[in-house]
């Protein structure tokens, strides 16, 4: 198939049709379209190879893929509801080896967090390397997950409930039995769950935007999670915009809940 076993390629999932904020990866922040800080922020990470924006065949979805060519990254469109067969297309077009999932949400997703699991991943050798389990207590909106084609080929074979099949990952940490699982060490100074860095709701997204003025947009790129932490520290008023907003939880078909 002419997979280069070692090429890195982050897929970050996206679409119009958001539940809880339509139209939300187009939005404006700081002069560009969210989706696009997202992976420029990809882009930053030194162990990615290439960037690709896995969206759906739906005609909600036209728009999201011309405005994205127009910018020049690299788009897939595959199913809008089977997620996990959109990754896998994704991976086998751009010849992945390793994969590392993020969504277009997270415009303040730090590219050395992204060096930090990949790294993790390539030391331990594991199938998957997550930063996202509840005992990290990170901000939402920092997430990453990594893990190879070989594995993703696997859950997707193991993966029979719509949940697994819209949320991609579930097959790999709910049944460690099937496949080595890695978590990586990560300094306590990125532990602030009092924090929501994604993008979900209105205020969500008033938040991101005063972060991005204070940073002066592009400048952002150049600015670490530290100093965006010391930023909402020392702006109480700009950390309570969504202080009050509840992520959604990630329910299977019985009542398990992603940690």
């Keep these: 198939m002419g997979l280069r076993q070692g090429k890195v390629v982050a897929i970050i999932q996206a679409r119009m049709n958001s539940t809880r904020l339509p139209k939300k990866v187009l939005t404006s922040i700081a002069g560009r379209p969210m989706v696009e800080w997202v992976a420029l ?45 959109r990754f896998v297309g994704a991976a086998r077009k751009f010849k992945a080896g390793i994969i590392v999932r993020l969504t277009a949400d997270c415009p303040l997703l730090d590219p050395d967090m992204i060096d930090l699991v990949v790294m993790a991943y390539r030391e331990n050798r594991k199938d998957y390397m997550a930063n996202c389990g509840i005992e990290y207590q990170l901000p939402r909106g920092l997430d990453v997950e990594v893990f190879n084609y070989r594995a993703l080929l696997k859950a997707d074979s193991l993966s029979t409930q719509p949940y ?17 699982i890695g978590m990586p060490e990560i300094n306590p100074e990125w532990k602030r769950p009092d924090l929501r860095l994604c993008v979900d709701t209105v205020e969500d997204l008033a938040l991101v935007r005063k972060i991005y003025n204070h940073f002066h947009g592009v400048d952002i790129l150049m600015s670490s999670t530290m100093a965006v932490y010391n930023y909402l520290d020392n702006y109480p008023k700009v950390k309570a915009l969504n202080a009050e907003v509840r992520q959604k939880p990630l329910v299977s078909d019985a009542s398990e809940v992603k940690p």
């Design 41 to 85: 922020r990809a882009m930053w990470a030194n162990t990615v190879d290439e960037v690709v924006i896995a969206t759906t065949v739906e005609k909600a979805d036209d728009i999201l893929v011309r405005k994205l060519k127009d910018i020049g990254l690299n788009v897939f469109r595959g199913s809008e509801e089977d997620v996990l067969s």
């Design 164 to 180: 697994e099949r819209e949320h991609v990952t579930p097959r790999f940490y709910q049944h460690p039995e099937e496949f080595s």
